[in-house]
């Protein structure tokens, strides 16, 4: 049976309305790529390992395992922890590019979706089949804070620039049913290149028009916040506000997926900081040409300062540690000249003046209009000391020397974390967190490894589980999903039964065809 394809009078829209209380099986939290990607199989789109459109993977054990399941769902495969580890212990021996640092869920549906993505180019040579199938279809509701579908990347916290490149290349964004490729060539009328970082406005345009381009928008509700969550005896109650008028309604559901991620917040100035942000604030309105100060050392701070205008003074103040580098420097000139470029000047500030003025001038790979030698001034493992209210800084350098300097603007970027607490005390308890302010790639890493579904009913994907890139959201979201929908299932037919519409004669026929679907492997 052929993936579905959506008209566009069967396309959902987006939620004006919403009645006080509602009734569904499963409540998604969070509206980034993971959630997208668990809506779009909830809507009752099956994966299913395809060795026929392109050949086997090119692991031939894998193929051999997968063979197994011949014509059965994805989920058949994937129906326990120990399944799956079954399915990806050969992995570490291989001879084919696996990562080590996913965990083995998401590696495992990185290289059905993507085989060989890292040492091959040109069109994306899949091993998922997708199947649709009415029976598989799951009530759901998506919840996000972000005012569009894509989380993260549809909002910009410390206002970078939106034309600079991701560090992902263009084909591991695409989520099934509509590629990125696709709405890229839709975009700009001409084919998406190879090994392309897109620009995140078009990552943030894919994934806002995902939603209605594969049928999924009726379920996806964004600019609500999800005040608080509790268990009840038959599941969970889910207390939510929009985010627009701050209306209240609740939600009751039996399942419960979190997927709001480790990028939610910002973490912000601390007090010292109060005199030159009331500033800012108090001329919002007018041009600040001045001098900005920049505090971070990772990406977020490198696209601060590759978004202010090339003649801009930047003052950047960051953390310099050699036993733990910044991210920065595993970006190669060539690939990433303009964040190499960044951690070039970062590690000359580390240098004696005479050394680095030696060592100055442009990397010859960088695109860059600006003049670094006199526009950046780097100060690492430094600290502000003192903040006067018209924009002047004392600085206690790593040489313990107390520099001054003014600034007119302050980009605070040592980080982002997603937080649990709308969860309450009780659930928080459950799935293992304690520190209810942030949460990090580690917090739930330990729970996650031993299976995404971390207490009865609560399942944990997307960056939540330690793997933050978009890649590496899908195996456990497949997972979850198998999961939710066989769970489902039980409960139609045990309703059915219990009303005298279906004896076990049916249910053994629908076993067996439920075994039977899909596309045959050879």
Not at 33 to 39: E, N, R
Not at 107 to 124: C, F, I, K, S
Not at 293 to 313: E, N
Request: proline residues 7%.
């Amino acid at each position: 049976m052929p993936t579905r394809r959506h008209t566009s009078s069967e396309v959902g829209h987006y939620h004006s309305e919403i009645s006080n209380v509602r009734a569904t099986n499963t409540v998604v939290i969070g509206n980034g790529p993971a959630a997208l990607f668990l809506s779009y199989i909830l809507h009752g789109n099956v994966p299913v390992y395809d060795s026929v459109t392109h050949g086997p993977h090119p692991d031939p054990l894998l193929h051999e395992k997968l063979s197994r399941f011949a014509g059965k769902p994805l989920f058949d495969a994937l129906d326990s922890p120990n399944a799956c580890e079954r399915l990806t212990d050969h992995f570490a021996a291989s001879n084919l590019s696996y990562s080590s640092q996913a965990l083995p869920v998401n590696t495992l549906l990185d290289t059905l979706l993507r085989p060989n993505a890292d040492t091959e180019l040109g069109e994306v040579k899949s091993r998922i089949r997708w199947e649709y199938f009415p029976n598989k279809r799951v009530d759901h509701m998506v919840l996000g804070s972000a005012t569009d579908a894509g989380g993260q990347w549809t909002e910009d916290p410390v206002s970078t620039n939106w034309n600079i490149g991701t560090l992902s290349y263009s084909e591991m964004f695409s989520l099934p049913g509509y590629s990125f490729p696709e709405h890229f060539k839709r975009l700009h009328k001409k084919p998406v290149p190879d090994l392309i970082r897109p620009a995140r406005c078009d990552v943030s345009s894919y994934y806002s028009s995902y939603p209605k381009a594969v049928g999924i928008a009726s379920a996806i509700y964004s600019g609500v916040y999800v005040k608080r969550i509790s268990r009840n005896p038959n599941g969970f109650t889910i207390q939510v506000q929009r985010r627009k008028n701050a209306e209240t309604f609740m939600i009751i559901s039996k399942q419960l997926v979190l997927a709001s991620g480790i990028f939610s917040y910002t973490i912000p100035p601390p007090p010292i900081f109060l005199p030159l942000l009331q500033k800012v604030q108090s001329n919002h309105n007018s041009s600040r040409s001045g001098p900005v100060l920049v505090v971070g050392s990772g990406f977020t701070a490198a696209d601060v300062i590759l978004s202010q205008p090339p003649g801009k003074r930047i003052i950047h103040i960051y953390k310099w540690n050699p036993e733990r580098p910044s991210p920065l420097k595993g970006c190669h000139p060539q690939a990433y000249p303009e964040y190499a470029e960044v951690y070039r000047r970062m590690k000359l500030g580390t240098l004696p003046a005479s050394v680095a003025n030696s060592r100055a001038g442009t990397n010859p790979q960088s695109s860059s209009a600006r003049n670094w030698d006199t526009t950046y001034e780097g100060h690492p493992n430094s600290q502000v000391i003192a903040v006067s209210g018209n924009g002047t800084l004392r600085i206690l350098t790593a040489d313990d020397e107390v520099i001054e300097r003014s600034v007119e603007d302050l980009k605070y970027c040592v980080g982002r974390r997603g937080s649990l607490g709308y969860l309450s005390t009780d659930l928080r308890r459950e799935v293992g967190v304690v520190d209810v302010a942030w949460v990090s790639a580690e917090t739930l890493r330990r729970r996650v490894e031993a299976g995404v579904e971390v207490s009865r009913n609560i399942f944990v994907v997307g960056s939540l589980t330690g793997d933050s890139l978009v890649r590496y959201v899908m195996g456990g979201c497949t997972y979850a999903a198998g999961r939710i929908v066989k769970d489902a299932q039980t409960i139609r037919i045990d309703k059915a039964e219990a009303e005298g519409t279906f004896d076990s004669d049916s249910r053994s026929t629908l076993h067996n065809r439920n075994s039977s679907w899909g596309c045959i492997i050879s």
